[in-house]
């Protein structure tokens, strides 16, 4: 069974840092893009950050550039997004998905095969 499995979400503090992983079973992530998205209540899901299958090219939205790192590691088969100095606004559950294809391209959701379950973050003092 295909699946990927996002961890690391939980609760922290302005300024704090969270790393979240997600991981793949069932095929390797080698040859996928992998995005992360995110869904703040109320608001539709939008994409966060996104790394090339190779992981040489990256891609960051302009509300999390310069504190947000995207990384993967496919001899473990995940993809990692660090999250720093973070918000109250970067609340939301954080999605991780697939792409079949080498590059981003961009965050639309229909090009992304496979999508985990997603991991709650909470920015709060």
């Known amino acids: 069974q295909l699946q990927l499995v996002e961890s690391g979400g939980g609760l922290v503090q302005p300024g704090g840092s969270l790393r979240l992983s997600c991981a793949a079973s069932?095929?390797?992530?080698?040859?996928?893009?992998i995005g992360w998205f995110r869904q703040a209540p109320g608001k539709e899901r939008e994409g966060v950050s996104c790394?090339?299958?190779?992981?040489?090219?990256?891609n960051y939205a302009d509300s999390v550039k310069g504190r947000f790192t995207i990384s993967r590691d496919n001899a473990k088969n995940t993809v990692y997004l660090q999250m720093n100095s973070l918000k109250p606004e970067d609340t939301a559950v954080y999605y991780c998905?697939?792409?079949?294809?080498?590059?981003?391209?961009?965050?639309?959701?229909?090009?992304?095969?496979?999508w985990g379950q997603g991991t709650q973050v909470t920015v709060s003092s």
């Open positions: 069932g095929f390797t992530l080698h040859y996928y893009a």
């Open positions: 790394i090339s299958s190779s992981g040489g090219i990256t």
């Open positions: 998905a697939a792409r079949s294809y080498y590059y981003c391209a961009g965050y639309r959701e229909e090009d992304y095969a496979y």
